[in-house]
């Protein structure tokens, strides 16, 4: 079974740019999950996606981040225009079934630096 | 709202000793507690969660977490540690009902030889 595809793997860019990562979750799981995770802290949800639609956004800064799951399947996350303090390892998971407990597969992660 | 402390961010041991990872949690209602490993240059994965029966649950490497509810905590043992085992090692809580996973600041383990 393949695991959770993310790329790129390493962006680099200039602040005020805009920059696009892209998840593809394991095949069947209806759950998506975007994670930010700043240098020596525990991964943060950033919005959870239950097929293509939202189920929590409550800490995605909406003034510069989007995130979209068109079709229920790959999800793209989006920042314009990117901050310093946005400088992280971006995860994607995802889970099979809609459920408490469930466990959360994770992909690899962009690295995004923000200069 | 609830809220997981790690309270060691390093933790280096000999090859062989026993170890423990600290993780408490703060939640006014039932939770599930999980903890995940990440080896070096690999993604996040799941090491054993507890939902609801035995408070000891076990991995298949060796490690052991126990819920004490009293206490708060959900601390990672291994009585014996393999280099293998060099990673970082993250506990996370959920709400019972709810998927969101709420996770700790981390802790790294080195072993040396």
């Known amino acids: 079974e393949a695991g959770v595809a993310q790329s790129p793997r390493y962006k680099i860019i200039e602040k005020r740019q805009s920059v696009a990562f892209w998840c593809n979750p394991i095949?069947?799981?209806?759950?998506l999950y975007w994670y930010q995770q700043i240098l020596g802290q525990g991964p943060k949800l950033l919005i959870q996606?239950?097929?293509?639609?939202?189920?929590?956004d409550s800490q995605l800064p909406k003034d510069r981040f989007s995130a979209e799951r068109l079709k229920g399947v790959d999800s793209t996350l989006k920042i314009q225009p990117a901050k310093l303090e946005d400088s992280a390892v971006y995860l994607c998971?995802?889970?099979?079934?809609?459920?408490?407990?469930?466990?959360?597969?994770f992909g690899p992660g962009t690295r995004l630096l923000v200069l | 709202a609830q809220s997981v402390t790690q309270l060691d961010s390093q933790v280096p041991v000999f090859e062989e000793a026993p170890v423990e990872l600290r993780c408490n949690y703060s939640?006014?209602?039932?939770?599930?507690l999980f903890w995940y490993v990440q080896y070096p240059n690999q993604g996040l994965q799941l090491l054993l969660k507890y939902l609801s029966g035995s408070t000891l649950v076990e991995s298949i490497n060796g490690f052991e977490a126990e819920f004490n509810k009293s206490q708060t905590s959900f601390h990672l043992r291994k009585p014996s540690v393999h280099i293998s085992d060099t990673a970082e090692y993250f506990c996370a809580v959920s709400l019972q009902g709810a998927q969101k996973l709420v996770f700790g600041q981390g802790t790294r383990l080195t072993i040396n030889p």
């Open positions: 939640s006014s209602v039932s939770v599930y």
């Open positions: 998971a995802s889970s099979p079934l809609r459920g408490a407990g469930e466990t959360q597969y």
């Open positions: 996606f239950q097929n293509n639609g939202v189920v929590d």
């Open positions: 095949s069947g799981h209806a759950t």
